[in-house]
């Protein structure tokens, strides 16, 4: 490829999940021979995203707004939170519709083998939004060993206030995670949660 | 997704090739979690590249310069012209680095199914730059049925010029597409090239 500048966004787009350096090139192409119209637009979409993203200081939504939308949004059930390991689950949870409380993003899950704690996740801003009250806490963790631990260190965290714990119904296939499923398998885990325990 | 803007940038990726909605939704979480340092570098790579691009006037490479890296090198031995379908082929070969003297993109190939008549691609100025004084043309068309229909096509429009006309050799496997393929495969094929006809 001749100019450093198409060289350097190659790098730059082959950086991204799902592209690698070949595909990068191709997509490079495309942005050049379409560079009166995708190009300005993916310009115009990364350049309107950039200086808005913000962590949302009540559930750690990433969003344009803080509060995100999803918690300043009147018609949420604020005493309804769905606790997530990361923001590609809420963002797959809220994809479906299925869900009309709020969401916390705990950043992470419990694990020994990569040395994350309870200390490193957003629990005690979950503890203090309970504490506050709250009516049910759904732990939306993955379905794997990890998540399933977590949803259980949550729980015991969680038994001495005055609300309802369930979890995701185990329509979920074992060793899944909740950004690759389809809906309906969403819409079936949610419909059929359950008190933990 | 919650924001309009974060559901804009997901459209405006879904759109490369390579990625789909739902690699793109990842793409943008990766950039959204990434905000400090792959994102700025995307943006830069693109913005240094959207207001820099040209299409070269003597072979129709897209570059940063007008005359692009290749034409203007004086390294480059501008009395052999590689002939290619697409600044995708181009570029392939380019970084193969094979091939040492310059390039002419025809922007397609001849194809009575889609249309594509010879006044559809850029042969004037391949005849221009022949008639000024060139000692090789090499016919580096992909190795389709309508590749090689136009390989013939410009071996007969050049055949009154005093010149070499080579063809890659069939190194290339048939129906194959010349940025498809391994540096291996483009190397035998460059160094076996052969006289048409």
């Given at each position: 490829m001749a100019s450093q500048e198409i060289e350097t966004l190659a790098s730059a787009l082959a950086r991204l999940p799902g592209l690698g350096p070949r595909s990068a090139r191709r997509a490079v192409l495309h942005l050049v021979k379409k560079r009166e119209t995708a190009l300005p637009a993916l310009l115009d979409a990364l350049l309107s995203v950039q200086d808005t993203l913000e962590e949302c200081r009540i559930c750690g939504n990433v969003d344009t707004q803080d509060p995100c939308g999803i918690c300043s949004d009147p018609r949420r059930d604020a005493k309804s939170i769905c606790?997530?390991?990361?923001?590609?689950?809420?963002?797959?949870?809220?994809?479906?519709?299925?869900?009309?409380?709020?969401?916390?993003?705990?950043?992470?899950?419990?694990?020994?083998?990569?040395?994350?704690?309870?200390?490193?996740?957003?629990?005690?801003?979950?503890?203090?939004?309970?504490?506050?009250?709250?009516?049910?806490?759904?732990?939306?963790?993955?379905?794997?060993?990890?998540?399933?631990?977590?949803?259980?260190?949550?729980?015991?965290?969680?038994?001495?206030?005055?609300?309802?714990?369930?979890?995701?119904?185990?329509?979920?296939?074992?060793?899944?995670?909740?950004?690759?499923?389809?809906?309906?398998?969403?819409?079936?885990?949610?419909?059929?949660?359950?008190?933990?325990?």
């Open positions: 606790v997530v390991e990361d923001v590609a689950d809420l963002w797959a949870l809220d994809r479906a519709k299925l869900f009309s409380g709020t969401f916390h993003v705990l950043g992470g899950r419990l694990s020994a083998l990569d040395g994350v704690r309870p200390e490193d996740l957003a629990i005690p801003g979950l503890l203090a939004r309970v504490e506050a009250g709250v009516d049910e806490v759904v732990l939306a963790m993955n379905a794997t060993l990890e998540g399933q631990t977590t949803a259980h260190y949550l729980a015991e965290r969680l038994e001495d206030f005055p609300v309802r714990i369930t979890q995701l119904a185990h329509g979920l296939p074992v060793g899944g995670e909740l950004d690759y499923l389809d809906e309906g398998t969403l819409a079936q885990a949610l419909r059929a949660r359950r008190p933990l325990g």
